[in-house]
């Protein structure tokens, strides 16, 4: 099967959440001991869980967390603060156990999958998920980040790597990157979609100073006026501005939806990979948990776009997935309270309020 058939496939499996499951998820959790609606967001998140997975007892462990990496051409008009070799740098990083989403990865007791997307050297090592579509993207500023053939590829490999997670028993998947530059590349799409302007999309990234920020802004303006990638096209603008790692995570997002398994964002580079995927197919959407909010300020553009808030709040600006791993243990509160906490009925506690009486 050719690999825009077998996307277009998984896109038209994609269901919408089961009403009815939410439902009888509300009446339920409105029996627990606690005032009605007392545990906010929780209770929201019990809810959403229940129509994502048709289980009005949801289960959301293991996690599944997969990072994936690659490089951008766009990084050689220094546009990051770092050098684009850190991106295979750290990803031999991730391979030995010594970055933060190792640590958080282990508290949460997740599966963790890294993946060569498009990382612009050659990396040896035996844990690494060797699926290069391409060394690096091409400079966007000069041409098209990548062919359509290798934009759809990259989508395909991110849907096998979900669904390896998924039959490794991952029941929530967390979508994590890695990649010198992606900032810029995720600020170009986050304004083609959301139609924020360039300025609002683009922030300091890994730390350049206000100067480089303003040179960051124009690079991308031109390389959008050059490129006139078509705002509702996700393909178009996966090509024409995107990034490999993106494209995985798009991808990965799509597989997961099909599955009826919730996807945790992490910061903005994830979201702008659930910007290109809600373009595919709207109703993966109800698919989507914001794990928090990236100080990089497109993130909130993207995120309104998306009519989503975020879990937490922390001020992180690192990416690889730590944000999302980071709110998961909330995702596990909410499926406990539905399973865990007695009812009004089996505590033997009244269940009238005074008002109403
Ligand atoms: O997740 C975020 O919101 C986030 C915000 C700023 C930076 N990052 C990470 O930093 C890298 C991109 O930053 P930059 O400055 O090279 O474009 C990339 O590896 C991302 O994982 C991630
Ligand atoms: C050291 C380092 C670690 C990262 N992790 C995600 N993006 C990163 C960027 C840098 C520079």
């Known amino acids: 099967m050719s690999a825009y058939i077998e996307i277009q496939k998984t896109l038209q499996s994609i269901q919408a959440l089961n009403h009815e499951k939410m439902e009888e998820a509300r009446e339920h959790i409105n029996t627990l001991t606690k005032p009605v609606g007392s545990l906010g967001k929780i209770e929201e998140l019990a809810i959403q869980l229940s129509g994502i997975t048709n289980q009005v007892y949801p289960v959301v462990t293991r996690p599944g967390i997969v990072v994936f990496a690659a490089d951008h051409g766009i990084s050689e008009m220094g546009v990051s603060a770092y050098p684009k ?44 998920l060797h699926k290069k579509v391409k060394y690096g993207t091409n400079n966007y500023l000069y041409e098209n980040a990548m062919t359509e053939a290798e934009a759809t590829q990259a989508l395909l490999v991110g849907m096998e790597t979900a669904q390896q997670l998924l039959d490794e028993g991952a029941r929530c ?19 083609v979609i959301t139609g924020c302007s360039v300025e609002e999309a683009v922030g300091l990234g890994t730390g350049i100073s206000n100067e480089n920020r303003k040179e960051k802004v124009s690079i991308i303006a031109k390389a959008l006026e050059e490129r006139k990638p078509i705002r509702n096209d996700a393909i178009d603008i996966l090509m024409k501005v995107g990034g490999l790692e993106i494209a995985g995570m798009t991808g990965a997002i799509i597989k997961a939806s099909e599955k009826r398994i919730p996807i945790i964002l992490d910061g903005f580079i994830s979201t702008t ?18 794990g928090h909010l990236s100080k990089e ?61």
Do not use: C, W
């Open 85 to 128: 070799e850190v991106t295979a740098q750290m990803v031999y990083n991730f391979l030995d156990g010594g970055a933060a989403i190792n640590v958080f990865a282990k508290q949460i007791n997740a599966l963790l999958k890294i993946v060569d997307i498009g990382v612009a050297e050659e990396i040896n090592h035996e844990q690494l």
């Open 173 to 191: 998947i967390i979508v994590g990157e890695m990649g010198i530059g992606n900032t810029t590349t995720a600020s170009a799409i986050a304004s």
């Open 273 to 290: 990979a659930a910007l290109l995927a809600v373009l595919l197919e709207e109703k993966v959407k109800d698919y989507l948990i914001a």
């Open 297 to 357: 300020q497109g993130h909130y553009h993207a995120l309104t776009f998306l009519n989503k808030s975020p879990l937490l709040d922390l001020g992180l600006r690192l990416g690889e997935g730590t944000g999302a791993a980071l709110s998961f243990p909330l995702l596990e509160a909410a499926t406990n309270m539905v399973k865990e906490m007695a009812t009004f009925q089996s505590a033997g506690i009244a269940n009238e309020r005074q008002e109403d009486k």
